[in-house]
């Protein structure tokens, strides 16, 4: 688990492609601080798993299904990433909860200047749209900002002077993609309310003309 609160910034250093999947070399700093093999690091909020390390850099493998739904297949040698190591107890939970495991993309379309902050405005799918709400939380690249405005299109965010400093947002185009993970308490919400709708379903079904006829009542 993590926070959305990024660490640094890395730098790809390297990419070894697959037939369909990837090796992603990326030097960095703060991460690499008491590092193991096996270790969890968020990379552009994708939880990933340390291969490789020394005291540059660091190695994860990407699978198929991560290049799929993600914009890390849209990295080249020289892209900026979003870093954060995993959650540990006893730190606080500045951001909100994070897996790593991300619901898909967005497309950045606009960027405005408002005094001392800079507003997003990223388009995405409806079936994205409908677990995020004004107010509530979101990972755009791994990063935890509060969504300031929604409706059946597009969310905006508003981002300060410091997490455009220590993050890569802002070195996004328009028209690039970011990984999005919509906050992991709605989609929960709704997992217990369809199983619910569906428990009162079956129940409600009960007794009916099919049933006494299955049975031989009729």
Same mark, same amino acid.
């Given at each position: 688990m993590f926070t @959305?609160?990024?660490?640094?910034? @890395?730098i790809v250093e390297r990419i070894t492609k697959g037939t369909k999947s990837a090796k992603i070399t990326i030097k960095a700093h703060k991460v690499l601080d008491n590092l193991k093999l096996g270790d969890s690091i968020s990379t552009n909020g994708v939880c990933l798993t340390v291969v490789d390390f020394n005291k540059c850099t660091f190695?994860?493998?990407v699978m198929a299904e991560t290049i799929r739904r993600s914009n890390l297949k849209n990295l080249s040698v020289g892209s900026s990433v979003n870093l954060e190591r995993a959650l540990q107890l006893s730190s606080r939970l500045g951001g909100h %909860?994070?897996?790593g495991?991300?619901? @898909?993309?967005?497309?950045?379309?606009?960027?405005?200047?408002e005094d001392n902050a800079i507003w997003i405005t990223i388009n995405t799918s409806a079936e994205l749209l409908?677990? %995020?709400?004004?107010?509530?939380?979101?990972?755009?690249? @791994?990063?935890s900002l509060t969504v300031a405005y929604v409706d059946n299109k597009t969310f905006k965010v508003s981002i300060i002077p410091h997490t455009k400093e220590v993050t890569s947002l802002l070195k996004n185009n328009i028209g690039d993609e970011?990984?999005?993970?919509?906050?992991?308490?709605g989609k929960y919400?709704?997992?217990?309310?369809? +199983? +619910?709708?569906?428990?009162?379903?079956?129940?409600? +079904?009960?007794i009916d003309l099919e049933f006494l006829s299955s049975n031989g009542f009729m």
């Open positions: @959305g609160l990024v660490e640094e910034a @890395g190695s994860v493998d %909860i994070v897996s495991h991300i619901d @898909g993309v967005g497309t950045i379309t606009c960027y405005k200047n409908k677990y %995020i709400v004004e107010k509530g939380s979101i990972a755009i690249d @791994g990063v970011v990984n999005l993970e919509c906050d992991i308490v919400v709704e997992k217990f309310l369809l +199983k +619910k709708e569906d428990s009162s379903l079956s129940q409600s +079904k009960g």
